[in-house]
T-cell receptor
């Protein structure tokens, strides 16, 4: 079983719609959680950290469920520019070793 | 100003050759990383250096040798290249202790081994 698993998609989303997707992680000792965004043929960039109480950044909302070991990302009012691959990232206790999921591809269409 | 830069951006070479990829960051970070992203898009850490000291060394063939001449540079040398080494290699940096989990990535080096 992979340490971090994501539905690869693609999620085809009409512009203006809401899309949500999850990521599961296998190591219950994981301490920190993030969503990174990667555009086609570009480098990953941090989108947002995920806090235990859930957090929001504009149109993006992230949730963490430690009991079920998953995190989620919800995008409201999708824009064409939201089309990208969203990488779920988990950090274990030791060091700064980030473990990346395989990514969920989102395509927002007019 | 580019925060994390890598050279070259593209590298096409034949099996058996030796090649190097260079990485530099001007963010003043103390930790640098090398990642490999394969054709299935999985991003896997290879090495991490903190202040020129190796702190993460994943299960990577010893044909791969990182070198950190100073904390702003982390180069990757690959000996005897194989077809399976074809991938995009990303360098990244972060600052331990201050938003330490946010890693800034370079633009990547697309390596093709023929």
């Amino acid at each position: 079983r992979k340490e971090v698993e994501q539905d690869p998609g693609p999620f085809n989303v009409p512009e203006g719609a809401t899309v949500a997707f999850n990521c599961t992680y296998s190591n219950s000792a994981s301490q920190s959680f993030f969503w990174y965004r990667q555009d086609c043929r570009k480098e990953p960039k941090l989108l947002m950290s995920v806090y235990s109480s859930g957090n929001e950044d504009g149109r993006f909302t992230a949730q963490l469920n430690r009991a079920s070991q998953y995190i989620s990302l919800l995008i409201r009012d999708s824009k064409l520019s939201d089309s990208a691959t969203y990488l779920c990232v988990v950090n274990k206790a030791a060091g700064n070793k980030l473990t990346f999921g395989g990514g969920t591809r989102v395509l927002v269409k007019p | 100003d580019t925060a994390v830069s890598q050279t070259p951006k593209y590298l096409v070479t034949q099996m058996g050759n030796d090649k190097s990829i260079k990485c530099e960051q001007n963010l003043g970070h103390d930790t640098m990383y090398w990642y490999k992203q394969d054709s299935k898009k999985f991003l896997k850490i290879m090495f991490s250096y903190n202040n020129k000291e190796l702190i993460i060394n994943e299960t990577v063939p010893n044909r791969f040798s990182p070198k950190s001449p100073d904390k702003a540079h982390l180069n990757l040398h690959i000996n005897s290249l194989e077809l399976g080494d074809s991938a995009v290699y990303f360098c990244a940096s972060s600052q331990v202790g201050v938003s330490s989990y946010e890693q800034y990535f370079g633009p990547g080096t697309r390596l093709t081994v023929t």
